[in-house]
């Protein structure tokens, strides 16, 4: 069982940058792929960003690719979000996902964890 806890939303103004970050639980960290993805109201699941358990590969929505960066530090069992050149239509709830393969990608189906979820906001 693993235990994932998003953290680093919040209200932003267009332009602006945040980090999210994703604490995970257990010691095996480092064998879960990981990925983010976004739900805005009135829409369904979107995917954002995958890391591989090694993080030597990585994927990105069309939407956040250029401005948005995944990474991990397995020595802390967290993964992150940088997110950059923030938009309006960027807000949602983000949810860490972690996966027991070693690469997800973007297919949430792919993805057997999930957490409860971080609040951003981007006003104009």
């Known amino acids: 069982q693993v235990q994932l806890v998003e953290s680093g939303g919040g209200l932003v103004q267009a332009g602006d940058s945040l980090r999210l970050s994703c604490a995970a639980s257990g010691r095996t960290f480092s064998s879960y792929a990981m990925g983010w993805f976004r739900q805005a109201p009135g829409k369904e699941r979107e995917f954002v960003a995958a890391i591989s358990w090694s993080g030597g590969s990585s994927d990105y929505g069309e939407s956040v690719k250029g401005r948005f960066t995944i990474s991990r530090d397995n020595a802390k069992n967290t993964v992150y979000l940088e997110m950059n050149s923030l938009r309006p239509e960027d807000t949602a709830v983000y949810y860490c996902?972690?996966?027991?393969?070693?690469?997800?990608?973007?297919?949430?189906?792919?993805?057997?964890?999930w957490g409860q979820g971080t609040q951003v906001t981007v006003s104009s």
């Open positions: 996902a972690a996966g027991n393969r070693y690469y997800s990608g973007r297919n949430s189906g792919l993805y057997d964890y």
